[in-house]
């Protein structure tokens, strides 16, 4: 190997299933109870970036009333979502997006498109990781979702093999999700009730 150059190694599919079939055990998923509960993103958000809209600030995608953000609101939508209600990040864990579908107000926060795993594992959804097909095929077998425009995911080698773990179900979301907010005094969250008319 060049110490100039480092290329990656090839991660073949017989490789990719080995690391899937470890990360996926220290997956959670959201629960399919509460993807069908919802019904749709859970907040009216998209990534803010350099190119457009800054944290916090409210914006417009295709004449939606929409607020920039980072990565908070999709964290928040997955944890309140199952009844975890705490605000900050959860230590040693990262929460991820299942289709990179940032500008998308329909992707962003819907908790079919997010996945909580342990941060050293991480990588292996970034991109083309070679979790990711897995993580599309479940949401779009599971779930019955993916996002507008996307094609239909092809079952990847050894998805039956998989054992996949999943959030704890609770009987209405959408109401800890409202009560969460109503209690909430920061400001991107008071900028998202009067989005959500609340």
């Keep these: 190997m060049s110490q100039s150059r480092m290329d990656p190694p090839d991660v073949g599919d017989d490789d990719a299933l080995a690391l899937s079939r470890i990360a996926v055990g220290y997956c ?3 629960h399919p109870e509460v993807v069908c509960r919802l019904e749709g993103a859970v907040f009216p958000s998209i990534r803010a970036s350099n190119k457009g809209g800054t944290r916090g600030e409210r914006g417009n995608v295709n004449g939606r009333l929409i607020m920039y953000d980072d990565n908070t609101t999709p964290r928040l939508a997955l944890l309140w979502s199952h009844g975890i209600g705490g605000t900050s990040h959860p230590k040693g864990w990262t929460f991820a997006h299942v289709w990179d579908v940032t500008k998308d107000p329909d992707a962003y926060t819907h908790i079919a498109n997010l996945v909580v795993l342990p ?7 970034d991109k083309q990781g070679p979790l990711v097909p897995y993580l599309r095929f479940h949401a779009e077998t599971v779930y019955g979702w993916r996002p507008a425009g996307k094609a239909t995911v092809e079952k990847p080698v ?14 209405d979301p959408l109401g800890f999700v409202r009560n969460r907010m109503k209690r909430s005094n920061d400001k991107r969250i008071g900028t998202l009730r009067d989005l959500m008319g609340m």
């Design 28 to 30: 959670r998923c959201p």
């Design 158 to 171: 050894g998805y039956d093999d998989l054992t996949w773990t999943y959030l704890d179900s609770i009987p």
């Design 119 to 125: 941060e050293s594992l991480a990588s292996l959804t």
